[in-house]
Every structure is written in structure tokens, then in C-alpha cells.
């Protein structure tokens, strides 16, 4: 990862400035102004009211469960509701937009000033401004591959309900960009109001990127559309990083403008200028009042919202003494605090220590390995109830951290518990003097001139005759017993 | 006004009947739906060169009005079973084409009723079929529309054809001439009021809210009303009951119970205070609109009503205001009919020429200029000197009326500046043509409830309305107040004559 502000060019460091607009779908069975459902992947034209398709005559209503999940949002990236707001008409012509218009909020969006404390690896914690949150309509969708001359559409989509989330310019690299957008969506998951899927579209970024010098005004900007993971948010960033720098380097300007990342070459490129010419004559829909929400409606909402991510970590960090870093990783999916707290009534007996060392292993071996098989946690065939099984063996002593490890490969395997598996594969630490002490006799006396330069003071080979006797024990003594006997032996 | 014949009734006599004397003589047995229907459906095809209707749907009509007369057999049936009325061709109507009177809707069938279509079928009302309108109701001659010009069944000496008015001239010719006992309407701007009075019968816009606007083809928003076109006053409380109340698929419906409006016909103006508004007497305003003004004012004073000079002080900007707001918001409305999902879809090299093809071919020359204004004045560097200042203007408008009503009760006003122009001598100059509107768009802006009676003949033998203003959703004052100066004027309407 780049060093959080600066960013080396040819003529010395530069600042990144870059703000994130999130299109976040949110969670509901019908539409923002209609009745029609709403499910993903659906057969194409399926989904669609003649609201949708924008027939003579009809008129938008409403939908109330959006309302809520978009305050819920709203409350969840501590921003504060706006109890009157407008609904616009942003105007303009596209095959896959029926009405001729979008219905969102420009002026009064329902939800106003906000901000997110976005975690850093270096433990540090960055406060990122939220200008706002509106309410908005998705459009269909253009299919243009499937004829030589005709394209197709698919109005499912049309209608949908989004919340449209506005960072301020407040983000100075790819890792906080990438970090807010994990927290913003560890929230929408955990309020149930958005899936956060950017895969399927449910959650989409727009990215926008200046550079300038340190104390310098703001650079001009280029929208960068397109992003649909996380992962490629990073690289959108560091192209556009490099293009802006190496224009104004070489004395030239970065143009403002809306570019689409492409995803095969990692690059940007512009978008058509006649993509995005628009002027959109937003005015207020007639056919909508001014929404007004009742304050008690929004306490209300409040009161049911559940616990989240960053007062889970603030108990995880009190609770268990994770470090900062440690406890924001576990929270940042709802999965991954979920199955963190499932282990942790497994564990025996449950203090901070093992609380601390359930934590390394789930950061470390579980996550691990699941990059390495590109796995979810909901995928991992070692079940939270099963890894702290795992914890309490190296707990009780029955295993050392050592052989713990070859134990989570076997149950990561064959999805079996530790015990057994220390069990059937005879991993049980030897934690008995007798069979420890035979051993040491006998490494001792295969190395007695080494014995001899150990006790004229060589005190550096006191971890070889610790190796040798691990190593005639296949790893299984008790490494404390072992250290405590070879020190009485060699006194 | 007309009373029911004696049987046997005479078919011609048929189509002279008011709505309420028609339902009586079906509660009686007098005549059949059928019998009532049929003579509606004969009229339709000996007055076919009037031009009322885009679409006639005689076959749909007579079973309606089989059905009908069984539940009338049995005691059962809605309270206007088996009466035939006319729907606006704004109204979408399951099953059967409906145009707005523009090419672009070419070969669109809905599969959904109109609100406002829906409750009157639901009440038991036959459809005669769909009438013709200026496109998309836009316009206040019905010399817009794409199926031809509307004429209005009364003539003048010289002989001439006239304009009904606009955009429900279809309505209103249907209506006056015996081609329907009764029909719907839109009003925008006068769209419902102005037709009405070149036609000599009455027209209700109500209170915005008060009908759902729901599967109405959209015009201007904030400011489109359905109301009913009838052949009294008492037809417009009775229709008017029917056609509104609380929509939930309408935002902007009201929630409000709906009154009995025929209680209001028999209560009189006693203590009720007209104002009548200085601002609306315009320079050159001919002389029998003025005296038929005052007339209107003599005759409720005689009722037992005080008049009172009011202000409305920021009247002379509605017409510029309603010319900036309505376009903005139709270029909006507009803006689906691309030619991508249904109506007119004329082919083009590219996305951008399908839609230059299809709207250019699509949409008539007014249409076509309203879409510009509009889109002009939401421009960005433009919005705020015309849009914006133009909202603010109509809220001065508003607390005019607010102001007003805290010392009156009603406004009586002439309903146009003129009587029915001929067709020939239409205006050339479309804001000369706008100006039909300029004592009925106030109504629109501020929401209020506006009622149209035919109160007079003109000079030249032609009808004239007077205009009622009341407070919102305050229908029932317009009724009462309608029904004294109907029965004072005792117009007779051009069946009569």
C-alpha cells in the first residue's frame, strides 16, 4: 500500500484528493414508486409495473419501507435526518429510462451531514466526511450485444429503489477509499438495508480523483465510473494517480471528465463527451409532495437498529483487549463478527487471553485460507464452534501452537474437530517428565561436547538442545516442560 | 329545465333529458338503457361532421346498457346505472384505444381504467365512447387535435363554423348537442370552464386533489383536474360525487371525504358573500360580458347575497406564470413518448434520430412548442428567472385567493373574455389564443375549485358563462351559488332552442 498522503512523482510528492458517490440498492420487495418486485437475475421484463414503463398516465407512490431504510442508512453513518424533503425530476433521454426522466432528490435529500471512522492497517483511524444521502431511481438496463443493429432492454431494474451516499473530498488514498467503502458497506449489511453485493451491481462506486500539491487548491477532478469491486476501486485510484500526475508533469491539464474504468486492462478511459452532455432541467416532481417524516418515526427506528460495527468493536476492544485494527477487521463483515461471537461461547475458558488468541487464528489461518481457495467464511469447512475447539486444546495444553497448526490443516480437510483429529492422528503433547526426560538423556549424551561449550558459557545453545529434543519428539513435548527439564539437566 | 315527457317518450326527446331526469325515468321504467343508449348512438351518427368523438364505441355501449338494465330489472345497479356519458380521449380506458388526440399515441390501447373512467363505470355509466380534445390538452380551440377540429353545434347569423372552446371542445359539443347526457373533462388551465361556455352548458373543475389523476394522460401536473361537462348544475353535483374521492395510486390525491354536493342545490345564497375582483374586468372587455357580469351580481343580490368588491392584486401575472409552469412540466410529462415501448415509433439510424423522427413526426405544432418553452425555461441559467420566480409568483397568487376568502365566501367572474370565435378567424398569434384562458388559469394555480354556468347569449346570439371561485375543496358553495344563477338565467340551452 502507497504511503497514506503523498504520492511520489518525477517532481516530488503529490496529494491525492478523491471523494466516492455509492449507489447502494437498498433491501425491499417492491420498488421505490411502484409495486413491482425486485429480485436479482429475474428473467428480463418480468419485474416491471406499468409505473415502470412509464405508461400514459401513471404516477409514482411512494414506497414506505424505503423511506425507512434509507433514514436507518442515514442514522447508521451518524448523519442527521432531514424531516422535509423533495423529490426531483432529473430529466433525460435514454432508451432504457421510460419516463424521460430519473425521480431523485437534488436540493433537499433526506438525508444530510454525516461521517465515517474508517480504520487504517497502521491502527490509525481517519474521519470521512458524508455530504449526503438521496433517494433515487434506478434505470433498466441497455443490452447492445445480442443483435448487429437493434439493442434490447430490460426494464426489471427500472424503478429501483437507491440510495445514492456523497463522501466529501476527505479520502488521500486508495487504502481509505477502500476502507471507507468496507465500513459503508459493514454497515448497509448489518442495518439489512443495502446487500452490499458490487458484483451484482447493488452496490456501485463512482470515484472521483485529483492530485495536487501538498497545501495546494483542489485539482480538477475526473469521475471514474464503472468500479465494481473493491479491488478494482484500488487500481482506479492508482491509474488515475498516475495519468493526472504524469499529464501535469509533463505541463499539461487534467481534463474534467467522466471516465469508465475498465476492468481487463486495469485503465480508465473517457466516456463519449454526448454520454454525458446533459443539462438535466431537475425541477420538483409534481406528482410527489414534499416528503415529511414525524420525528418519533426516526427515535423509533433508532431504538430497533442493531448493534453496529463500530460500537461492536469499541465492546470487542473493551471486552477481549483486541487491538484496534484486530477488533475492526472482525467487524467489518457482519459474517465474520457473527462467527467471532459464535466461537467465543465455545471457548473454556473464556478470557481475554483466548479471546485474543481465537482472534490471530481466525485473522490469520482461517482468513488465510480462504484467500488462498477464494472462499467465503460462510464457505470455511471449519466451523466457528470446531476453531474454538482448536484454541481450547492449545489452552489446556493438549496441543502446542506448533502442532495446532497441522491440526487446523487436518480440519480444514475433513471439517472435523480438533479433538478427534489429535486423537486419530496421536497429536497429543507429551506433557509427562518421564518419556521427556529419556529423551533429553539421551540428546545430551549424543552432544556432550556441546554440553561442555554450553556450560562454559555459550548460552546460545541452550534453543539447539530444545530443537533436538522436539525434533526426536515429532514436535509433540510440551515445549514449557522441555525448557523447564533441559534447564535442571544442564545446571 | 326539462321536465320528463309522458310515455311514450319520443326518441329525440330521449337526448334532451337531463342526467337526473334520465335516471329517474330508468328508476321508473319509463325507458330502457338500451332505449336511451340507442337514441344517444343515432344522434352520434347523424352529428358525425361536428367531430365530437375520436372514437365511437357503440357495440361496448349497448352491452353495457343490456347489463345495466338488468340490474335495473332486479332494484340493483350504481347511482348512474345505465346513463350514457362521454369519456375525454385524455382518459385512459381498458380495451379501447386511447389517442390524447395526438399521432404519437398512434394504435395505443391501455390494459388499465382510469381512476376517475373506472369509478363512473363502477357507478353503472355506459361509455358512448372517447371525445376528441386538443392534443394533449393543449390548446382552447380544439384546433390542435390530430383527429381534426371539434365544431360547435351553435351557430352565429353569418353562418360560420365555431370553435366549442378547448381542450374538451369533444365534451362540450357531445354534451350540447345531444351526443352524450353528460361527459368528463380536463381542466389545466380552462380546459373544462371555457368549453363549457362557448358550448352553453356547465363545467366543474374541482379542488386539485379532489379526482385522481391516476391513468389520466398527464398535461401539466400541479395543475390538471378531471371534472364533469353536464347539462345543469344539478348533473355536475351528481356526476362530480362519482368521479372523486381519495386515491391511493394518486400522491397527490386528497384524502377527503367527498359531500353530498346535491344538498347544496337547495340552499340558497341567503348571507352568503360574492366578492367580485376589480382585476378581472380587462380592458376591452366587450360590454355584454361586462352587463352579463353584473347581471350575474344583480341576480344574487336579489337571492339574499351581499356583494362585495374584493382585489385579487397579482391576477395579471397568471397567465405569464401559468405559461412558464405548464409548459415546464408537460416538457417533462412529454418526454416518455419516445417511440421505444409503445404509440408512434418512426425508425432512425440511431437512438437520438428515433427519438428526432418520432417526436418530430408525433407531436403537432403546439405540442411541439410548449415541449420548447418548457425545456427552455428549466435551462440551467434559465431556471431560476423563469421557473423559480414563476413558483414564487403563484404563491402570491395563492394568498391572493386566501386573503380574499377570509371576506368572502365565493367569486363570481365572466368565465371568457369573448363568446365562441369562429374557426376561420382562430388567432394566428398563439399568445393571442392564450388569452381564452386568462380569467380561468388563476383557478389552476392556486388549486381552487372553479364552476362555469351558462348565464347569457352574447350579442351576436351565442352563450356566455359565468365563473364561480370558491375555497378548496369547497365544491358545495360553487353549487349552491351555480343553481341560483342557473335558475335566475334560465338559459336555454341548444337543445332547446
Given amino acids: 500500500m502507497d504511503n497514506r498522503y503523498i504520492y511520489e512523482g518525477a517532481s516530488g510528492p503529490w496529494e491525492l484528493v478523491i ?172 442495518l439489512e438495508t443495502c446487500d452490499g453485493n458490487m ?21 480538477t477532478r475526473a469521475e471514474i465510473k464503472n468500479v465494481n469491486s473493491i479491488k478494482f476501486l484500488a487500481q482506479a485510484i492508482h491509474y488515475e494517480a498516475d495519468r493526472q500526475i504524469s499529464i501535469l508533469e509533463e505541463g499539461g491539464e487534467v481534463q474534467q471528465e467522466t ?38 418515526w426516526v427515535e423509533a427506528i433508532r431504538k430497533s437498529m442493531p448493534e453496529l460495527p463500530d460500537a461492536k468493536k469499541a465492546r470487542l476492544m473493551k471486552d477481549y483487549e483486541l487491538t484496534a485494527y484486530d477488533a475492526s477487521v472482525l467487524v467489518r463483515e457482519t459474517e465474520t463478527a457473527a462467527y467471532f461471537e459464535e466461537a467465543l461461547k465455545s471457548l473454556k475458558p473464556s478470557n481475554t487471553k483466548s479471546a485474543k488468541l481465537l482472534a490471530n487464528w481466525l485473522i490469520g489461518e482461517v482468513f488465510g485460507a480462504l484467500n488462498r481457495e477464494d472462499k467465503t467464511l460462510s464457505e470455511s469447512p471449519v466451523s466457528a464452534t470446531h476453531l474454538a475447539g482448536l484454541v481450547n486444546q492449545i489452552q489446556d495444553g493438549v496441543i502446542s501452537g506448533k502442532i495446532a497448526k497441522e491440526v487446523f490443516s487436518l480440519m480444514w480437510e475433513t471439517g472435523k474437530d480438533a479433538s478427534s483429529l489429535i486423537e486419530e492422528h496421536g497429536l497429543k503433547q507429551v506433557s509427562d517428565d518421564g518419556p521427556i526426560l529419556v529423551v533429553i538423556d539421551k540428546i ?26 522436539m525434533k526426536e519428539m515429532a514436535g509433540k513435548a510440551n515445549p514449557d516442560l522441555v525448557n523447564k527439564l533441559l534447564k535442571e539437566k544442564l545446571k | 329545465m326539462t321536465t320528463l315527457a309522458p310515455k311514450p317518450v319520443l326518441k329525440n326527446d330521449l337526448i334532451r333529458l337531463t342526467l337526473a331526469d334520465a335516471k329517474e325515468g330508468l328508476a321508473k321504467k319509463s325507458f330502457s338503457s338500451v332505449e336511451l343508449t340507442q337514441a344517444y348512438l343515432d344522434a352520434m351518427a347523424e352529428h358525425r361532421h361536428l367531430n365530437a368523438y375520436i372514437l365511437e364505441t357503440p357495440e361496448l355501449a349497448l ?30 380506458s381498458a380495451g379501447t384505444q386511447t389517442t390524447a388526440g395526438s399521432h404519437i399515441l398512434k394504435g395505443f390501447t391501455p390494459t388499465y381504467e382510469s381512476t376517475v373512467s373506472h369509478n363512473l363505470k363502477t357507478a353503472g ?65 380552462g380546459s373544462i370552464r371555457q368549453p363549457a361556455a362557448f358550448s352553453g352548458i356547465v363545467g366543474i373543475k374541482p379542488t386539485y386533489g ?17 371534472g364533469p361537462m353536464t347539462r345543469d348544475v344539478r348533473d355536475a353535483a351528481l356526476l362530480l360525487k362519482v368521479m372523486a374521492g381519495h386515491d391511493p395510486k394518486d400522491s397527490t390525491s386528497a384524502p377527503r371525504e367527498v359531500p353530498d354536493f346535491e344538498k347544496a342545490l337547495t340552499q340558497g345564497v341567503k348571507g352568503l358573500r360574492v366578492g367580485i375582483p376589480k382585476e378581472y374586468r380587462l380592458p376591452g372587455m366587450p360590454d355584454d360580458i361586462v352587463k352579463l357580469w353584473e347581471k350575474g351580481a344583480k341576480w344574487l343580490q336579489e337571492a339574499g347575497a351581499e356583494i362585495i368588491d374584493i382585489s385579487l392584486p397579482h391576477t395579471k401575472y397568471s397567465l405569464p406564470v401559468y405559461y412558464v409552469l405548464a409548459p415546464a412540466e408537460a416538457s417533462s410529462n412529454l418526454a416518455r413518448y419516445d417511440g421505444v415501448r409503445y404509440g408512434l415509433r418512426v425508425p ?109 347569449l352574447s350579442s351576436e346570439g351565442l352563450p356566455l358563462g359565468l365563473q364561480l371561485l370558491g375555497p378548496a375543496f369547497d365544491e358545495s358553495v360553487l353549487f349552491r351559488v351555480g343553481k341560483v344563477i342557473e335558475d335566475a338565467a334560465a338559459f336555454k340551452s341548444f337543445l332547446e332552442r
Fill in chain 1, 19 to 190: 471523494g466516492l458517490e455509492v449507489h447502494a440498492q437498498i433491501i425491499s420487495n417492491s420498488k421505490l414508486f411502484s409495486g413491482a418486485a425486485t429480485e436479482f437475475g429475474a428473467e428480463p421484463n418480468t419485474q416491471v409495473s406499468l409505473v415502470d414503463a412509464a405508461m400514459p398516465g401513471m404516477l409514482p407512490v411512494i414506497n414506505e419501507v424505503c423511506i425507512e431504510q434509507a433514514i436507518k442508512t442515514g442514522l447508521g453513518i451518524n448523519a442527521e435526518i432531514n424531516l422535509h424533503s423533495v423529490f426531483d425530476r432529473k430529466n433525460y433521454f435514454y432508451a432504457d429510462l421510460p419516463q424521460g426522466y430519473q425521480i431523485s432528490q437534488y436540493l433537499q435529500p433526506i438525508v444530510g451531514q454525516g461521517h465515517l471512522d474508517v480504520e487504517l492497517e497502521d491502527g490509525s483511524v481517519r474521519r470521512i466526511g458524508i455530504t449526503r444521502l438521496h433517494l433515487e431511481q434506478d434505470a433498466g438496463k441497455s443490452i447492445h450485444d445480442q443483435h448487429p443493429q437493434k439493442s434490447y432492454i430490460d426494464l426489471n431494474r427500472s424503478g429501483v429503489a437507491l440510495m445514492e451516499i456523497v463522501s466529501e473530498p476527505d479520502i488521500r488514498s486508495a487504502e481509505e477509499a477502500s476502507a471507507y467503502v468496507h465500513k459503508l458497506r459493514s454497515i448497509v449489511r448489518c
Fill in chain 1, 259 to 296: 471516465r469508465l474504468f475498465d476492468a481487463a486492462r486495469g485503465t480508465t478511459r473517457p466516456m463519449r463527451s454526448k454520454e454525458h452532455a446533459h443539462d438535466y432541467r431537475y425541477f420538483p416532481d409534481p406528482d410527489l409532495p414534499p416528503l415529511v417524516i414525524d420525528k418519533a
Fill in chain 2, 210 to 226: 379532489r379526482c385522481s389523476r391516476w391513468g389520466i394522460v398527464a398535461f401539466a401536473s400541479s395543475l390538471d383536474q378531471a
Fill in chain 2, 348 to 456: 432512425g439510424g440511431t437512438l437520438d434520430e428515433l427519438y428526432e423522427n418520432t417526436r418530430s413526426d408525433g407531436f403537432g405544432d403546439e405540442v411541439q412548442r410548449r415541449i420548447l418553452i418548457g425545456t427552455y425555461v428549466l435551462s440551467a441559467g434559465y431556471y431560476d428567472a423563469y421557473y423559480l420566480k414563476a413558483q414564487r409568483v403563484r404563491t402570491l397568487i395563492t394568498q391572493d385567493f386566501q386573503k380574499a376568502f377570509e371576506k368572502v365566501d365565493v367569486i363570481l367572474t365572466p368565465t371568457t373574455p369573448s363568446a365562441a370565435f369562429a374557426l376561420d378567424e382562430k388567432p394566428t398569434d398563439p399568445v393571442v389564443m392564450y388569452l381564452n384562458d386568462v380569467l380561468t388559469v388563476s383557478a389552476n394555480l392556486a388549486g381552487l375549485p372553479g364552476l362555469s354556468v351558462p348565464a347569457g
Fill in chain 1, 444 to 469: 545430551l549424551a549424543a552432544h556432550s561436547d556441546k554440553v561442555v561449550e554450553y556450560q562454559s558459557g555459550k548460552d546460545k545453545l541452550f534453543g539447539f538442545f530444545v530443537g533436538q529434543v
Fill in chain 2, 125 to 189: 355509466a355506459v361509455s358512448l365512447g372517447k371525445t376528441n380534445l386538443d392534443e394533449f390538452a393543449m390548446g382552447s380551440a380544439n384546433i390542435t387535435s390530430y383527429y381534426g377540429n371539434v365544431i360547435n353545434p351553435w351557430k352565429r347569423a353569418d353562418g360560420k363554423d365555431l370553435t366549442p372552446g378547448g381542450s374538451s371542445g369533444g365534451s362540450a359539443a357531445a354534451v350540447a348537442a345531444g351526443l352524450a347526457i353528460a361527459a368528463t373533462g380536463t381542466d389545466t388551465g
Fill in chain 1, 199 to 219: 458484483d451484482q451491481g447493488s452496490m456501485r462506486v463512482d470515484v472521483n480523483v485529483s492530485v495536487r500539491k501538498a497545501g495546494a487548491p483542489f485539482g
Fill in chain 2, 63 to 92: 352491452t353495457r346498457a343490456e347489463e345495466s338494465d338488468k340490474k335495473l330489472a332486479q332494484g340493483s345497479g350504481g347511482a348512474l346505472e345505465g346513463l350514457p356519458i362521454a369519456i375525454k380521449d385524455l382518459f385512459c
